[in-house]
Nanobody, 125 residues
Framework: QVQLVESGGGLVQAGDSLRVSCAAS????????LAWFRQAPAKEREFVAA????????DYADSVKGRFTISRDNVKNTVYLQMNSLKPEDTAVYYC??????????????????WGRGTQVTVSS
């Protein structure tokens, strides 16, 4: 059974940094591309960042480019999202997702096969 479990969310102040993690089990982790999406109250789920199976390819939403960094550890079966210079508008539930083929880092949530349950990130002003 495939499981993606996010952790590391919390309450921070504007300008702070936070790292969220997503641990995978039940999959051949290295064969999947991974992504982070987020959903704020009363808003649709939106793409944040994605990374290919090898980590050589990444993609970021314009709203987080230069502030967030996605990375992965294929030995620990974990994907990370380092978030710096956080803003109140970054407040959302953050979800990780896994997709094959692992060579593409798509922004389309419909392409992702597996999803975690999310971790709440709240940024106060």
């Amino acid at each position: 059974q495939v499981q993606l479990v996010e952790s590391g969310g919390g309450l921070v102040q504007a300008g702070d940094s936070l790292r969220v993690s997503c641990a995978a089990s039940g999959v051949i982790f290295g064969s999947y591309a991974l992504a982070w999406f987020r959903q704020a109250p009363a808003k649709e789920r939106e793409f944040v960042a994605a990374i290919t199976w090898s980590g050589s390819g990444t993609d970021y939403a314009d709203s987080v480019k230069g502030r967030f960094t996605i990375s992965r550890d294929n030995v620990k079966n974990t994907v990370y999202l380092q978030m710096n210079s956080l803003k109140p508008e970054d407040t959302a539930v953050y979800y990780c997702a896994a997709d094959r083929p692992g060579w593409r880092a798509t922004r389309d949530p419909d392409e992702y096969d597996y999803w975690g349950r999310g971790t709440q990130v709240t940024v106060s002003s």
